[in-house]
């Protein structure tokens, strides 16, 4: 298969440590190319349209789900919506290199459907929900009402695990991140 088409998928329960992890690969990596989402959210501090995320209305992203502009959308949290634009996949190929994809588990599975074995789907997964809680507790961006809603929905995530290709337990941030390096390097051979 033309290494041009495909992509990587790495997804995770919000403070698992995903985001760490695709950094230290796109670092490495020079074939892949992040994929930038979209959503809804306002950006947080230091984050920047078109870098981190493509920052839009919910109005906007409602009229380019009507177009069909997305490869995959989710409303993750209530009122918030986060997606992959099918553009954002076709600029990276255009490029010819990789999309790493860095996504909910809900998009991360909707794309590997659509994809198939074009795709590459890894679960990044928190030694426990308390370790889990401690990390996303050390963010200082979550009261007590957001940090219940997002350990709720790791609860939920993490019950589709065994939906991906492959679960990488970080418990150990180095040994997580050559685990799914070398997942990634096979699949790309």
């Not at 957001?146 to 993490?158: F, I, M, N, T, V």
Request: aromatic share 10%.
């Amino acid at each position: 298969m033309d290494s041009k088409n495909k992509i990587i998928i790495i997804t995770a329960p919000s403070g698992a440590g995903k985001t760490t992890i695709v950094k230290k690969l796109l670092a490495a990596m020079p074939q892949l190319a992040f994929s930038v989402s979209a959503a809804t959210r306002p950006a947080r501090e230091n984050e920047v349209h078109g870098r981190d995320y493509y920052f839009m209305s919910t109005e906007e992203f409602q009229h380019r789900i009507d177009l069909n502009e997305f490869a995959e959308y989710e409303m993750v949290y209530a009122g918030k919506y986060y997606g992959t634009l099918k553009s954002e996949l076709q600029r990276i190929w255009n490029e010819h290199r990789i999309p790493m994809v860095d996504i909910d588990v809900k998009g991360a599975l909707s794309i590997k459907d659509k994809y198939h074995t074009q795709a590459l789907t890894i679960f990044i997964q928190p030694p426990s929900i308390e370790a889990l809680a401690a990390r996303l507790g050390s963010r200082g961006t979550e009261d007590q009402a957001s940090l219940e809603e997002r350990l709720g929905k790791a609860r939920y995530e993490l019950s589709f695990s065994h939906e991906f290709d492959n679960i990488v337990v970080n418990d150990e941030l180095e040994h997580a991140y050559q685990e799914v390096k070398a997942l990634i390097e096979k699949f790309l051979v």
